[in-house]
């Protein structure tokens, strides 16, 4: 349950809070809070300070339907900020959340240690040789289609073993090709419908035969806010209720809006382990 971040080695068997800086305009919750590298340090110093164990930077905004921008604009979007983290936070594990290799190759270059793609590879064909080059960790997640059609394909026999099926098959490419650590991502909300979100956190532990971290990014996500009636901005509270069923569940990293709720989220969750 270690991986190796370039030298910083991550003991996983502890679960750990991965926080969320969106450099996006359109991002669900947080599109456009972000706007300037002034904005996004202070919300990297909060999120360090509230006890974040990685940082995911994201440039491409993956909602349900959203705009489908190039590469060069991806780019464009975070390289300043990617490069005043990198040295304002030099021991600090830092995430690129991107399914395109040139993307990610640039990013690794600049000083990220782990690639989170949406798409497991499927999006771009060069992926996993180049994560195999740079030999870092990838988080590799459970999606159907592109974030602009998979609204449409929610359509499962048996959601749970098609999931495990998935990434058994993606596994086996990624070993194939020489890649070492892996992490799971089950992708709530990715081409599955509120139901099919619960019930595949339920069955989280299923994933567990996969024998690989699990990822869970459900943070302030429509399967809490229209649950509850209410609004993202809103759904904290909801948020870690679930996260904690993550936890309780099999979870080792939690991706979040909100590190320190999340994080005392976890330190509760240990003290129910002791016992």
């Not at 799971?184 to 069955?203: T, Y």
């Amino acid at each position: 349950m270690t991986i190796n971040c370039k030298g910083h080695l991550l003991d996983l068997s502890a679960p750990k809070v991965m926080g969320v800086l969106n450099l996006t305009p359109d991002s669900f919750y947080d599109g456009g809070k972000f706007k300037t590298d002034k904005a996004a340090l202070e919300q990297v110093e909060r999120h360090i300070r509230e006890g974040m164990d990685i940082l995911d930077i994201g440039a491409y905004s993956s909602r349900p339907g959203a705009e489908d921008i190039g590469v060069d604009e991806e780019l464009r979007r975070q390289a300043s900020v990617l490069q005043q983290v990198t040295k304002a936070f030099p021991e600090l594990i830092i995430s690129v959340d991107t399914f395109r290799s040139r993307v990610a190759k640039e990013s690794l270059d600049q000083g990220a240690h782990i690639i989170n793609d949406i798409s497991a590879g499927n999006l771009d064909e060069d992926m996993l040789d180049m994560i195999a080059e740079y030999q870092v960790p990838y988080i590799m997640m459970h999606m159907r289609g592109t974030p602009q059609t998979m609204k449409g394909l929610t359509a499962y026999d048996n959601l749970v073993e098609e999931v495990i099926l998935y990434f058994s098959r993606r596994i086996s490419e990624a070993r194939k090709k020489g890649i070492s650590d892996l992490i799971i991502d089950p992708g709530f909300g990715f081409a599955k419908n509120i139901a099919q979100n619960f019930e595949l956190l339920n069955h989280l532990k299923a994933l567990k035969n996969l024998d690989l971290p699990i990822l869970t990014g459900v943070s302030r996500k429509s399967m809490i806010y229209k649950s509850l009636s209410i609004e993202a901005k809103d759904a904290l509270n909801g948020t870690t209720a679930l996260h904690m069923a993550a936890l309780m569940n099999g979870s080792s990293i939690l991706r979040v809006h909100d590190v320190l709720e999340a994080k005392q989220c976890v330190i509760l969750y240990q003290k129910l382990t002791e016992y």
